[in-house]
T-cell receptor
């Protein structure tokens, strides 16, 4: 069964910490995405990547960066966590336009 | 820019049919999708329809596409309490390159009352 695995289901971090959210897919997909999900706002695209070492800004990249050193792994980095980054973070991967496969999500709380 | 809209809430009684509606603006959409998100989980692809189709049926699910009006609907027959979830409509279009980034609606929260 194909999978997108997010390393943590729940995380609690302090304001100002550097936070790494990891996502690994085993489907050899080229495309990987990071979204955040907030009530009433739906899914908002943070960053995406079409290939190793490539990255593109999404709709809300401020305060975030990403790393894609290997095809299967796409990391989201919060350089200095703030309380307004408390959210559910969802990773997804896709081969073409044939839909995305999502991970289970990481619920991040910044205190 | 492109947009996908859907109502935020729907409440039905167990055993009734549910119809979740979605409108989109991108006329170049090639695929349209329905995703389901159960509480605390990621999104799961429910079904999709190619833009040259009018209807697709899969067991209790029926997807209707009116390309002229850019309207997509998901009908769930004999709705069960296990169908309670958030349902997202999404579309992909050639206008966003070969990668076909999806545009998602904000999701419709379906509540099924016993």
């Amino acid at each position: 069964d194909v999978k997108v695995t997010q390393s943590s289901r729940y995380l609690v971090k302090r304001t100002g910490e550097k936070v790494f959210l990891e996502c690994v897919q085993d489907m050899d997909h080229e495309n990987m995405f990071w979204y955040r999900q907030d009530p009433g706002l739906g899914l908002r695209l943070i960053y995406f990547s079409y290939d190793v070492k490539m990255k593109e800004k999404g709709d809300i990249p401020e305060g975030y960066s990403v790393s894609r050193e290997k095809k299967e792994r796409f990391s989201l980095i919060l350089e200095s966590a703030s309380t307004n980054q408390t959210s559910m973070y969802l990773c997804a991967s896709s081969l073409t336009a044939y839909g995305y496969t999502f991970g289970s999500g990481t619920r991040l709380t910044v205190v | 820019g492109e947009d996908v809209e859907q109502s935020l809430f729907l409440s039905v009684r167990e055993g009734d049919s549910s119809v979740i509606n979605c409108t989109y603006t991108d006329s170049s959409s090639t695929y349209l999708y329905w995703y389901k998100q159960e509480p605390g989980a990621g999104l799961q692809l429910l079904t999709y329809i190619f833009s040259n189709m009018d209807m697709k049926q899969d067991q209790r699910l029926t997807v209707l596409l009116n390309k002229k009006d850019k309207h997509l609907s998901l009908r769930i027959a004999d709705t069960q309490t296990g169908d309670s979830a958030i349902y997202f409509c999404a579309e992909s279009g050639l206008g966003r390159g070969s990668q076909g980034n999806l545009i998602f609606g904000k999701g419709t929260k379906l509540s099924v009352k016993p």
